[in-house]
Nanobody, 126 residues
Framework: QLQLVESGGGLVQPEGSLRLSCAAS????????IGWFRQAPGKEREGVSC????????NYADSVKGRFTISRDNAKNTVYLQMNSLKPEDTAVYYC???????????????????WGQGTQVTVSS
């Protein structure tokens, strides 16, 4: 069983930065591709970014390209999401999730991800 725990959320002003962390524990945690998703109140869940198990391949939603960077440190079993130039529309609960590397994880579809964290709130407001 794989467990995921997000941290690093908080309140930040527009144009500010935050770094989210997703700590994985359990059997073969570095085997999985990891994705970040977010859900704002009244909106559907949205895929934000994902990274392969090796860290060599990444994908981003158009809404965050050039502002967010995903990375992973398999020695620490942790995936990071560096978020820069934050906008009020980035406000949401952010979740990390794990997918089998043989799945279509790179499509950033929630249906491909089978392990989920509890989420961390990100609020962008002045």
């Amino acid at each position: 069983q794989l467990q995921l725990v997000e941290s690093g959320g908080g309140l930040v002003q527009p144009e500010g930065s935050l770094r989210l962390s997703c700590a994985a524990s359990g059997f073969n945690s570095d085997y999985y591709a990891i994705g970040w998703f977010r859900q704002a109140p009244g909106k559907e869940r949205e895929g934000v970014s994902c990274i392969s198990s090796s860290g060599g391949s990444t994908n981003y939603a158009d809404s965050v390209k050039g502002r967010f960077t995903i990375s992973r440190d398999n020695a620490k079993n942790t995936v990071y999401l560096q978020m820069n130039s934050l906008k009020p529309e980035d406000t949401a609960v952010y979740y990390c999730a794990a997918a089998d590397p043989l799945s279509n994880w790179y499509l950033l579809l929630g249906s491909q991800y089978h392990y989920w964290g509890q989420g961390t709130q990100v609020t962008v407001s002045s």
